[in-house]
């Protein structure tokens, strides 16, 4: 299989404390993208990071790249009740714009 | 980033018949993609519609079951033929922006009974 690693599976945690989830992938990419899905509905984007970047932030979220070790991980700090989602990283496939995605982390952020 | 729409939202359908998913997008994009997540799975890609020709179908999946229409740079469609339950999934289109992120569309939820 193409699809990379998402690592935790499940992931439960009180509200204010910090996530992290991370992904390994098999082939070079150019770039790779993090999303954020509630409950089986549409796909949120939230980051796009680039194959020659090792760190990008957006807001509370930090991501951040290794090439060497083909793994990528995504951090939400200060965690609230909202970001209880499905996390998904995915990597462009062979230098081509269609997606491979990670089979996902399931956050629950606890009150 | 680019606003995209999707009809139906859901369906429930019966065996043996088929559905047309459309995707509109509100501007002009050289490629469209249709992704299918099944219960409790990621996203697989079924195919890649580019405008002006045919779809470019991914290993396990084949235009007669999942024949996709581009008639123009912001709309596309696929249909589920022949469901079985089996095809019970959500399906999903996508665009990529100028900066390559790619966007998806609300995606439609299919019960196959």
């Known amino acids: 299989s193409q699809q990379g690693e998402e690592d935790p599976q499940a992931l439960s945690i009180q509200e204010g404390e910090n996530a992290t989830m991370n992904c390994s992938y098999k082939?070079?990419?150019?770039?790779l993208q993090w999303y954020r899905q509630n409950s089986g509905r549409g796909l949120v984007h939230l980051i796009l990071i680039r194959s020659n970047e090792r760190e990008k932030h957006s807001g509370r979220l930090r991501v951040t790249l290794d090439t060497s070790k083909k793994s990528s991980s995504l951090l939400i700090t200060a965690s609230r009740a909202a970001d209880t989602a499905s996390y998904f990283c995915a990597t462009d496939y062979q230098g081509a714009q269609k997606l491979v995605f990670g089979q996902g982390t399931r956050l629950t952020i606890n009150p | 980033s680019a606003v995209i729409s999707q009809k139906p939202s859901r369906d429930i359908c019966q065996r043996g018949t088929s559905l047309t998913i459309q995707c509109q997008v509100d501007?002009?994009?050289?490629?469209m993609f249709w992704y299918r997540q099944q219960p409790g799975q990621s996203l697989t890609l079924i195919a890649t519609?580019?405008?002006?020709?045919?779809?470019?179908?991914e290993s396990g999946f084949v235009i007669d079951k999942f024949p996709i229409s581009r008639p123009n740079l912001t709309f596309s469609t696929l249909t589920v033929s022949n469901m079985s339950p089996e095809d019970s999934s959500i399906y999903l289109c996508s665009v990529i922006s100028q900066g390559y992120e790619q966007y998806f569309g609300p995606g439609t939820r299919l019960t196959v009974t």
């Open positions: 501007s002009q994009v050289t490629m």
């Open positions: 519609a580019n405008q002006g020709s045919e779809a470019t179908y």
């Open positions: 082939t070079s990419i150019n770039n």
